[in-house]
T-cell receptor, first 113, second 116 residues
Framework: AQSVTQLDSQVPVFEEAPVELRCNYSSSVSVYLFWYVQYPNQGLQLLLK??????LVKGINGFEAEFNKSQTSFHLRKPSVHISDTAEYFCAVSDSRDDKIIFGKGTRLHILP | EPEVTQTPSHQVTQMGQEVILRCVPI?????FYWYRQILGQKVEFLVS????????KSEIFDDQFSVERPDGSNFTLKIRSTKLEDSAMYFC??????????????FGNGTRLTVT
């Protein structure tokens, strides 16, 4: 069965600094990978997804992620964060065998002024 | 842009009572899901629904839970006899083709269920 690990429960970063949120996955078959964002008191919103093709995926709000099959990782990056990026970020995985998505525990991005 | 809507936004109920959480998925979507998030914990899959039947369910989704699509627009989650540990944020989601297609899950804003 597939699983997702987000090692960092919380990441503090200064405004305009770069950030990387780590995600590792495990699966025995081909995977589809996602990053979702949850702003305070809101639902989950898709940031970006990897289904196939180019391993560098660009999403909304200036975020991007790179699929690395050898390291089974899908880290999320942004070169310069803004206070409005304060949110919880969830990495998620799905595989070709079923239609559900499995989420990681989430990483809370805390932007420091 | 069409969105998934959930009602109510907050539901308070007493232990042992039945609750129904309601969702209106995006109209042309075919796959429907319920997830829950206990405070401070990860988002957990409960159940997926396709072609008017459950396609997959997790261990959490026991006999106390049921889902229904009573008409062409609503998708409901019923908890027959709520327990304190059912307190969580419940998210409904829908997808046009399933997550492996080019249409990922669209989530509602959630219903916060508080069992007292």
């Amino acid at each position: 069965a597939q699983s997702v690990t987000q090692l960092d429960s919380q990441v503090p970063v200064f405004e305009e600094a770069p950030v990387e949120l780590r995600c590792n996955y495990s699966s025995s078959v081909s995977v589809y990978l996602f990053w979702y964002v949850q702003y305070p008191n809101q639902g989950l919103q898709l940031l970006l997804k990897y289904l196939s093709g180019s391993t560098l995926v660009k999403g909304i709000n200036g975020f991007e992620a790179e699929f690395n099959k050898s390291q089974t990782s899908f880290h999320l990056r942004k070169p310069s964060v803004h206070i409005s990026d304060t949110a919880e970020y969830f990495c998620a995985v799905s595989d070709s065998r079923d239609d559900k998505i499995i989420f990681g525990k989430g990483t809370r991005l805390h932007i420091l002024p | 842009e069409p969105e998934v809507t959930q009602t109510p936004s907050h539901q308070v109920t007493q232990m042992g009572q039945e609750v129904i959480l309601r969702c209106v998925p995006i109209s042309n979507h075919l796959y429907f899901y319920w997830y829950r998030q206990i405070l401070g914990q990860k988002v957990e899959f409960l159940v997926s629904f396709y072609n008017n039947e459950i396609s997959e369910k997790s261990e959490i989704f026991d006999d106390q839970f049921s889902v229904e699509r009573p008409d062409g627009s609503n998708f409901t989650l019923k908890i027959r006899s709520t327990k304190l540990e059912d307190s969580a944020m419940y998210f409904c989601a829908s997808s046009e083709l399933g997550p492996e297609g080019n249409s990922p899950l669209h989530f509602g804003n959630g219903t916060r269920l508080t069992v007292t």
